[in-house]
Nanobody, 115 residues
């Protein structure tokens, strides 16, 4: 079992920045990839960024240059640095972990970007 706890969401004005954190615990040795997903109001959950255990990163095109995913293996934590935020970035951000056997999700953290 893997437990994921997100933090760092909140209300920010357009153009501002936020840093999300996802702390993983449990069978963390089984995690191969961690990612952040976003679910905007009335829309499906979508991938924002992902990072492998080796540090390879992947971003959705619309976020390249604005968002940065990173991980601190010693603290079992993954971060999402979000800069130049736009109102359309508003949504619940979920941490995701892919393991050898199944996927895990956190409960999400709400990000609201005001115009």
């Amino acid at each position: 079992q893997v437990q994921l706890v997100e933090s760092g969401g909140g209300l920010v004005e357009a153009g501002g920045s936020l840093r999300l954190s996802c702390a993983a615990s449990g069978s963390i040795f089984s995690i191969t990839t961690m990612a952040w997903y976003r679910q905007a109001p009335g829309k499906q959950r979508e991938l924002v960024a992902a990072i492998t255990t080796g540090g390879t990163t992947n971003y959705v095109d619309s976020e390249k240059g604005r968002f940065t995913i990173s991980r601190d293996n010693a603290k079992n934590t993954v971060f999402l640095q979000m800069n130049s935020l736009k109102p359309e970035d508003t949504g619940v951000y979920y941490c995701h972990a892919h393991t050898w056997s199944r996927d895990y999700w956190g409960k999400g953290t709400l990000v609201t970007v005001s115009s």
